[in-house]
């Protein structure tokens, strides 16, 4: 589905620059195209130049905060894990009880959470177990040293899991502001646009540069908008990190703890 309407996209992108080359060719001599070509040069590596980096700070930029939302899952996942873990230094009924809520917390952001980030919501009911986890913890009371030792090693690892949470969801909703893609998008038209102004007697070849010209703008702008939202882009971060915790978390009491 994604490569369908990258090719769709770079297909559309190619017809209507060629389409702009032919009406342009049409319209001015090419006598007069050949008057300015070393000018129009000149100005057109400038301008290539601009937008090429441009282009690549975007890139770089969206891709940079994509790994960022994948890394804070991945803490997220991995601050469950922990917290299952040091469950097994507490009492028993309290060691189930945390256990029960470490499991359908994790649930609960896969079977509800993550379809509703898909779409660039949040999930009231995984807030709801994120609440009663935080009640759970709060609600106990050490016995002794060894237990008051890993009741602070759960809160610490708590905290952890709230923090990645709270920038897990937050990166769901970041994205290139509105001006930032106006000037992509009009960086784009102008790059190409200028690339009609050359005098080229060969309308065949001055075609294939433009077409390849528009296909690789058109390929890189489809990679930004891909990576634009970590979450419900066609390049999203997925909950694999959480998948593997919940089969740890599920598979637990029959083989070795996580």
Excluded at 8 to 21: C, I, P, R, S, T
Excluded at 55 to 81: C, D, G, K, P, S
Excluded at 133 to 156: D, I, K
């Amino acid at each position: 589905m994604v490569w369908l309407g990258e090719g769709l996209f770079v297909a559309l992108a190619v017809a209507l620059a060629l389409g702009g080359m032919l009406l342009v060719r049409r319209s001015v001599q090419l006598s007069v195209l050949e008057e300015h070509r070393e000018v129009a040069g000149f100005i057109y590596a400038i301008i290539g130049v601009v937008y090429a980096v441009l282009l690549a700070f975007v890139v770089a930029l969206l891709w940079q905060e994509q790994q960022e939302a994948r890394v804070r899952v991945e803490q997220e996942a991995n601050a469950i894990a922990s917290l299952y873990r040091g469950a097994q230094a507490f009492p028993p009924a309290f060691q189930t009880e945390l256990k029960g809520e470490l499991r359908a917390y994790t649930e609960a952001v896969l079977r509800v959470e993550w379809p509703e980030m898909s779409v660039g919501q949040t999930s009231l009911e995984t807030w709801g177990r994120y609440n009663r986890l935080w009640q759970t913890y709060l609600g106990f009371r050490p016995r002794n040293a060894y237990e008051s030792f890993w009741y602070t090693q759960a809160l610490t690892n708590l905290y952890t899991l709230g923090d990645a949470r709270r920038l897990r969801l937050l990166s769901g909703r970041i994205h290139l502001p509105g001006l930032m893609w106006g000037v992509l998008w009009g960086g784009g038209v102008i790059t190409i646009a200028f690339a009609y102004f050359f005098g080229v007697r060969n309308v065949r070849s001055q075609a294939l540069m433009v077409a390849a010209l528009s296909a690789t703008i058109a390929l890189i702008l489809f990679l930004a908008m891909a990576l634009d939202r970590s979450f419900t882009g066609a390049i999203q971060v997925g909950p694999e990190a959480f998948e593997q915790v919940l089969f740890i978390l599920n598979n637990s009491a029959s083989s070795t703890p996580p």
